[in-house]
């Protein structure tokens, strides 16, 4: 009976940790998707975009920290661009062992404007394996359930990102 208790207690607590980040009911990955609202054109929330994409270039690989490499970044006739981003996941261990590396995270970003609205979409978040043996790289989806803690704070960290790009989008501009 003890045993069947605790198996229920983990199960129920694995539950609470990989709900926290949504998951798209279509494709079963974790994805943040919603639509911005904000002032201007498709033109000018296109530019505005881009131009968060390169103000957190920390955030975001050459890909978007380079936005003038076009065949890097997929673009739709000016109203729609995708590539991958990533974040450093660090964890308690990780601080207070003075370790600086933590778990990077890669994802996909998908921008679409039109006239007044922008949508966007956090996706297919992953980290990578290098086979000890072969040297070789593998994609591991975030929904593993080993990274129960990783998933938790990634849920503390996509929304913030998100937040941060509401307020870009819709800060207001000195007219001259």
């Known amino acids: 009976m003890k045993k069947l208790s605790s198996l229920l207690l983990f199960i129920v607590l694995t539950h609470q940790l990989m709900a926290q980040m949504p998951k ?9 998707k919603g639509v911005i609202e904000a002032p201007g054109t498709k033109e ?77 979409s956090f996706t297919n978040f992953h980290t990578l394996y290098q086979d000890p043996k072969t040297k070789l790289n593998s994609n591991i989806p975030l929904e593993n359930a080993a990274f129960k803690g990783v998933i938790k704070r990634g849920a503390e960290y996509v929304p913030k990102l998100i937040e941060d790009l509401k307020i870009f989008m819709n800060r207001k501009y000195d007219e001259w």
Not at 24 to 32: A, L, R
């Open 44 to 120: 000018q929330l296109y530019f505005r975009a881009k131009q968060w994409i390169i103000m957190r270039g920390d955030k975001f690989d050459n890909t978007y920290a380079q936005l003038n490499r076009i065949n890097s970044i997929q673009i739709d006739d000016g109203t729609r661009m995708q590539g991958k981003f990533f974040y450093i996941d660090m964890d308690a261990l990780d601080v207070m062992g003075g370790s600086k590396e933590g778990t990077l995270v890669w994802g996909h970003l998908i921008v679409e404007v039109k006239d007044g609205k922008m949508r966007y």
């Open 24 to 32: 798209d009911p279509e494709t079963g990955v974790f994805t943040y």
